[in-house]
């Protein structure tokens, strides 16, 4: 089944404990990107990746890390996180640029 | 920046039609897309529209004119499962990014 999953599902965590949440696609889709979504301010994007080693900020990237060693797979690292990245986070690929978004079921972070 | 607008709320009836709206700045236009995101659940796309004029896709279409900055989303036989939130989003201009607008949630009253 063509697929975007991400891991954890659900996360709560205290401020300043690493965290990498992952995102893995099956389509071999070239675009991947990270979004955040917050109540009133909508989707945000992090940061894009156009291909395998390639990638960009978004709106919103403080605070966050990406990488793109292997075209599937799309981490988003916090490395310290803080309170204001309590948050709904999407990742997405799409074929390219120019095509629509696939999105994963979403991850759920709570950091106290 | 590219600044996207569209309405918080809207409510109709079921098998009534509605028009959600979306405006955005012209410059370096290169395509609109609209999602449809239940709540709890991830966005889905409806449609895309690069050309100015009407995409029909079943009970939804979708409207573009380029030189006002304005699109709909037109939402026919309105069913119970179509209360959800839409999103509208562009890609910014000269850029790999996309931006999204907050989203408008409908609710459909039986």
């Known amino acids: 089944e063509a697929q975007v999953t991400q891991n954890p599902r659900y996360l709560i965590t205290v401020t300043g404990k690493k965290l990498t949440v992952t995102c893995s696609q099956n389509?071999?889709?070239?675009?991947m990107s990270w979004y955040r979504q917050d109540p009133g301010l909508g989707l945000r994007q992090i940061y894009y990746?156009?291909?395998?080693?390639?990638?960009d900020k978004g709106d919103v990237p403080e605070g966050y890390k990406v990488s793109r060693k292997e075209k599937r797979n799309f981490p988003l690292i916090l490395e310290s996180p803080s309170p204001n990245q309590t948050s709904l986070y999407f990742c997405?690929?799409?074929?390219?640029?120019?095509?629509?978004?696939?999105f994963g079921p979403g991850t759920r972070l709570t950091v106290t | 920046g590219q600044n996207i607008d569209q309405p918080t709320e809207m409510t109709a009836t079921e098998g009534a039609i509605v028009q959600i709206n979306c405006t955005y700045q012209?410059?370096?236009?290169?395509?609109l897309f609209w999602y449809q995101q239940h709540a709890g659940e991830a966005p889905t796309f409806l449609s895309y529209?690069?050309?100015?004029g009407l995409e029909e896709k079943g009970r939804f279409s979708s409207f573009l004119s380029r030189s006002k900055g304005y699109s709909y989303l037109l939402l026919k036989e309105l069913q119970m499962k179509d209360s959800a939130s839409y999103l509208c989003a562009v890609r910014s201009p000269g850029t790999y990014k996309y931006i999204f607008g907050t989203g408008t949630r409908l609710k459909v009253l039986a």
């Open positions: 990746s156009m291909n395998v080693e390639v990638t």
């Open positions: 997405a690929s799409s074929p390219d640029i120019l095509y629509e978004q696939y």
């Open positions: 012209t410059s370096g236009f290169n395509g």
């Open positions: 529209n690069v050309l100015d």
């Open positions: 389509m071999n889709h070239e675009y």
